[in-house]
């Protein structure tokens, strides 16, 4: 049904996003870089073989990581908690000694910079 209650054209309204979404990393978008620390699961390859020359079945493990999400709610990445720790303490002390007011566009704050930096060199 597209008339509201309202009776204003909803059709207007309405964002279709048609790319490919994977529901186990990708968030409903906010508009905005995010950083959330969710469980994530894994699978450990196996390395070796069992009796009979087969190779073994990856192991399951579920951890937790910061994934990092476009404005679009796209998983660019996932960090440990000890990198993003790493990435946030860099970030708050070269904003601490003013070096970001020369980039252009300026930096929003450490989502939005630690997404960027991902995209930039992991892509």
């Known amino acids: 049904m597209w008339d509201s209650s309202r009776g204003q054209n909803i059709r207007d309204k309405a964002i279709f996003i048609t790319d490919t979404v994977n529901p186990q990393a990708d968030i409903p978008p906010t508009w905005k870089c995010e950083i959330w620390v969710r469980d994530v699961d894994l699978l450990k390859p196996g390395y070796n073989k069992d009796s009979e020359g087969e190779p073994k079945i990856p192991e399951h493990i579920t951890c937790q990581a910061a994934c990092a999400y476009d404005i679009y709610g796209k998983c660019t990445g996932m960090l440990s908690l000890e990198r993003l720790n790493i ?13 970001h007011n020369t980039t252009q566009p300026s930096v929003q704050d450490a989502a939005t910079k630690i997404v960027g930096l991902l995209q930039r060199y992991i892509f």
């Open 87 to 99: 990435w946030l303490h860099a970030y708050n002390q070269t904003k601490q000694f003013d070096l």
